[in-house]
């Protein structure tokens, strides 16, 4: 005689588990379909565009948008460094953390980082890719104004003085004594003791030239 066995569930009908390929069914990906992108995305072929003429080396801010379809509170600040066909990279700037770096080198930081980021033009989640402010006060900086200041220090003048510096891809405003200089070459030499209201373990000393270097602002501590 043939026996069957039934197993009984305190779950109701609705409450029973499903089996595996029920759930294949509902996650199975429609071919060819198009990724999702937010609608206030820059559109990828109009986004790629965008980077190439800012080119390479450019510092600029990304505003990127979260999940919820809102900008994020605070822009990504990166250099551009490599465009592809479907991509771009950054290499975040993170000025202070830069400097910090520099003063003990032990120091290890869970958040504001460096590294890079490859930012896909299909991912439609770029709000704005805008050049950085910085780049544009270097642009409208007055070299024979700071000739002129240059020109009335006096070595060993306490001054504060605000540079771009390229490689480390940001303003750097610094506070220090005044060294060497030389009007011909308009070559001089600062020794920063606080660099961005960070007071240094030991102090920087810095080479600027006012034709070579982007000299933003400069004076004398009163």
């Known amino acids: 005689m043939r026996r069957s066995i039934y197993y009984f569930s305190p779950l109701d009908c609705e409450d029973q588990p499903l089996s595996k390929r029920y759930f294949f069914k509902f996650f199975k ?11 206030g995305a820059i559109p990828p072929e109009e986004l790629k ?34 465009i592809g066909d479907d991509h771009f990279t950054g290499k975040v700037v993170n ?4 400097v910090s770096e520099s003063q003990d080198k032990k120091i290890i930081y869970i958040k504001g ?32 104004n700071m000739r ?9 003048d306490e001054i504060n003085i605000s540079y771009f510096d390229r490689a480390k891809g940001g303003v750097i405003n610094g506070a220090g004594m005044l060294v060497e200089k030389d009007m011909d070459t308009l070559d001089f030499k600062v020794v920063l003791k606080i660099i961005n ?9 810095v080479k600027l030239n006012l034709e070579k270097d982007q000299i933003l602002d400069m004076e004398i501590v009163i």
């Not at 800012?54 to 809102?70: F, M």
């Not at 033009?121 to 006060?137: A, K, L, P, T």
């Open 197 to 205: 209201e960070i007071e240094l373990k030991q102090d920087e000393v």
């Open 148 to 156: 002129e200041v240059l020109e009335a220090l006096d070595l060993n």
């Open 29 to 39: 990906s429609k071919g060819g379909q198009e990724p999702m992108r937010n609608p």
């Open 95 to 98: 000025v202070d953390r830069e």
């Open 113 to 144: 980082g460096g590294g890079t980021i490859d930012f896909m033009y299909n991912d439609g989640d770029i709000m704005s890719v805008e050049e950085d402010i910085d780049e544009e006060i270097v642009e409208e900086r007055s070299i024979d």
């Open 49 to 82: 565009k965008k980077i190439i003429a800012l080119g390479r080396g450019k510092k600029v801010n990304v505003i990127r948008l979260s999940y919820d379809g809102l900008p994020e509170d605070n822009p990504v600040a990166i250099k551009i460094i490599d």
